[in-house]
């Protein structure tokens, strides 16, 4: 039979780790967004985006969706530092690829964004023109596509797709 002292410490660690669960971003009920608060964690993103602020970053992305809860699709962009596919999908390995974009002097600005109302799946799709500048990029005009899940916590990117350059 366990000591006292093992059941208490058991029962005490299940207690936080289900307080821990239940105050994350993904266990907070998924809410309509309104376009002001998805604007608002976009150019939080791009912010840190351009400061390589890697933790702050990883709050502004939703986690992987579990149980049939939206969460998580993509990330996906062209070159330099092109990511697609199951890459694209991977969020575990979403931040390492934000670090390596910043030691290449990426750097994104907000040239346009429209949308940001949450359709009938959870998610608030949005569109976007961004300007896109690297080591071997000139900056360029991009477009792109996103949605956001937001909770009580606010927006959080679900999709990012930066597409083609803007046709001048």
């Not at 993904?26 to 002001?36: F, I």
Request: hydrophobic share 40%; aromatic share 8%; glycine share 10%.
């Amino acid at each position: 039979m366990p000591s006292r002292s093992v059941v208490v410490g058991l029962c005490i660690s299940a207690v936080a780790a289900t307080a821990a669960h239940a105050s994350s971003p993904e266990a907070s009920r998924v809410r309509d967004c309104h376009p002001g608060e998805v604007k608002h964690g976009v150019v939080a993103f791009t912010r840190a985006f351009n400061a390589g602020n890697i933790q702050k970053l990883d709050g502004l992305f939703a986690r992987k969706g579990a149980h049939g809860r939206p969460g998580f699709q993509w990330y996906s962009t062209g070159p330099p530092g092109a990511r697609f596919g199951s890459a694209a999908t991977n969020r575990s390995t979403l931040m390492s690829y934000f670090a390596v974009r910043h030691r290449a002097r990426e750097r994104l600005k907000l040239l346009q964004l429209s949308g940001g109302n949450a359709d009938d799946n959870a998610y608030a799709d949005f569109a976007f023109h961004i300007l896109r500048q690297a080591r071997g990029l000139r900056a360029t005009a991009f477009e792109g596509k996103g949605a956001s899940i937001c909770s009580r916590y606010g927006a959080r990117i679900a999709v990012w797709a930066i597409g083609p350059p803007v046709s001048r």
